[in-house]
């Protein structure tokens, strides 16, 4: 007697929520486990065995594995994309935002606007090809002023040491270039069509965060406000060696977790477990994150 193939991977990832009259959809791009890098050596202002300890007790992988989403806005007259994941940039284990655009029928020629959290190479490597040409041919990119300022800054290329740090600035040079004639760079919190501008800087210096409303409801997707939710609703303090400002990333992270638990503001983000919305809640001094309960219905 036949039987079906053994599952070896998840079906695409994929998962849709309206916000009013908007469906946000979380595309899971994969996840960074390179068992060469752990992400205990880079989590700053805790001790590394109160992480693990942390990172064990809520029942996640050892060593770490980082999450990467990316999010599809279908608003009434446009489809826009907030980051791009990692593309061929970060090893195979990433790379899926493609066939999971396509698992719901977007061709790159469908997307009208990319929103940029930041420069990062998980947030725009699948923003380019091989060969640095831009993969979504009518896209309008909107970018905050200081993250493409400081990606362009020749003074950091110049400071990044030699391999991977080198190649990810270059990255980040090679897809402002790619999308060069139809960059919009904003400075504040303006609103492109439903989507409004959140700044939250720290993490680079124009890390922005985009909120959504729509008939009384609302999502902020937040970027990397949190890369180990983990550890770092616990921790807020808790930042990461690459966090370009550290000490106001911590600020930001505060500031915004505050602001979403006291407004009850639904929140998703790029490095949340897929797929990545819910909700923050106070816990003593600190936070905790509850997802959001999964719904057949859209």
Avoid at 70 to 85: E, I, N, S, W, Y
Avoid at 169 to 194: C, H, Q
Wanted: aromatic share 6%; with cysteine; net charge negative.
């Amino acid at each position: 007697m036949s039987r079906a193939p053994k599952p070896t991977q998840q079906s695409p990832g994929v998962h849709h929520l309206a916000i009013g009259d908007i469906v946000v959809t979380a595309l899971n791009d994969g996840m960074l486990g390179d068992p060469t890098f752990n992400f205990f050596d880079v989590v700053t202002n805790l001790r590394r065995s109160e992480a693990e300890a942390l990172h064990r007790a809520t029942f996640r992988a050892l060593p770490p594995r980082l999450v990467v989403n990316a999010f599809l806005l279908h608003l009434p007259d446009r489809l826009v994309l907030v980051d791009g994941g990692c593309g061929a940039a970060m090893g195979p284990t990433l790379g899926r935002l493609a066939g999971n655009l396509a698992a719901v029928g977007v061709r790159p020629e469908d997307i009208d606007t990319i929103l940029v959290t930041h420069l990062h190479p998980d947030h725009v490597g699948g923003l380019v090809d091989g060969a640095g040409q831009a993969v979504f041919p009518k896209a309008e990119f909107i970018v905050h002023d200081a993250d493409a300022k400081y990606w362009s800054d020749d003074a950091v290329l110049a400071q990044a040491p030699e391999g991977p740090e080198k190649q990810f600035v270059l990255l980040s040079r090679a897809t402002l270039a790619a999308y060069r004639d139809r960059i919009r760079t904003i400075t504040g919190g303006e609103p492109i069509g439903g989507v409004a501008a959140v700044p939250a800087p720290g993490h680079t210096p124009g890390h922005t965060g985009w909120r959504i409303a729509s008939g009384g409801d609302a999502l902020l997707i937040w970027g990397d406000v949190v890369h180990l939710p983990g550890i770092q609703f616990a921790h807020p303090e808790a930042g990461m060696a690459f966090d370009v400002d550290g000490a106001q990333a911590v600020a930001t992270r505060r500031r915004i977790m505050d602001m979403a638990a006291t407004d009850r503001l639904r929140v998703a983000g790029m490095h949340m477990d897929f797929p990545g919305f819910g909700h923050v809640v106070r816990a003593g001094q600190a936070y905790a994150f509850v997802p959001e309960v999964w719904s057949a219905d859209v």
